[in-house]
């Protein structure tokens, strides 16, 4: 089993950085519309899709936002960790089949609080920036491991 463990906030330094890659898939994007809500045919209709200006399916916006959530709830801070906010700008689309690595860069600290301060960048396979920004959170107090749950597939009909 896979296991997370975070980086305490006593622990991270200025410069700390990490990586989080994920593959979107075709039951990724479904899924997302239903959980979502958001059924823009720019997402689910290739017809619909190839007459835009991207000529082609891709990705909620905020699926890659909610990529950088979870490199931020299972690898930087880790878990534990408390989002207070995120600034994101995309750059270019994500399509159905890309792999996008986020990395999260330590930028600041304010030890009063335990916040920190992240810089976010999202590239795919090609290395091609798709997103950017920064997030504030708040780092837990103290080490944890934990074994990575084993989500249950689900189907789609």
Not at 58 to 65: D, N, R, S, V, Y
Not at 90 to 110: A, M, N, W
């Amino acid at each position: 089993m896979a296991v997370m463990e975070n980086i305490p906030y006593n622990e991270l330094e200025i410069g700390t950085s990490a990586n989080y890659r994920k593959s979107l898939t075709e039951e990724d994007i479904v899924l997302f519309a239903k959980i979502s809500g958001d059924v823009n045919p720019v997402h689910l209709d290739d017809a619909f899709a190839r007459e835009t200006l991207f000529k082609g399916r891709i990705a909620h916006g905020m699926w890659t936002g909610s990529v950088i959530s979870a490199a931020v709830a299972t690898v930087l801070p880790g878990p534990g960790t408390i989002y207070l906010e995120q600034n994101l700008q995309f750059r270019r689309p994500v399509r159905p089949g890309d792999e996008i690595t986020v990395t999260l860069t330590v930028t600041g600290k304010e030890d009063e609080k335990r916040r920190v301060s992240l810089d976010c960048q999202v590239v795919n396979q090609k290395g091609e920036l798709v997103a950017k920004g920064d997030a504030r959170v708040i780092a837990p107090d103290q080490k944890v491991r934990l074994d990575k749950p084993e989500l249950p597939a689900i189907t789609i009909g």
